[in-house]
């Protein structure tokens, strides 16, 4: 699990239950994606609601949730630069 840590020491990163985030303060924990499946059976990473693309259509739910973490570490937890 990424954590990034910005100046003011604001915490960000990609949910999981690897860490205990309310051991760092009081979480603000907001969706950022969704994996779902489409009429074919082929799973997509919609990534809309933080403003990113759709991803796939991939055969299997792990690839689609390996592209949308990989995204999202990408994508919203870059250093500012």
Known sequence: MRLVVDPRGVVRAVYDEAVDLA????????????????????????????GGPTLGPFALRGEAVVAEVAWLESHRLAPPG
């Not at 303060?25 to 059976?41: F, M, N």
Request: hydrophobic share 40%; aromatic share 4%.
């Open 23 to 50: 051991a760092l303060g009081r979480p603000a924990i907001a969706r950022a994606s969704q994996v779902e499946p489409d009429a074919e059976g082929r799973w997509t990473a919609d990534l809309s609601p933080c």
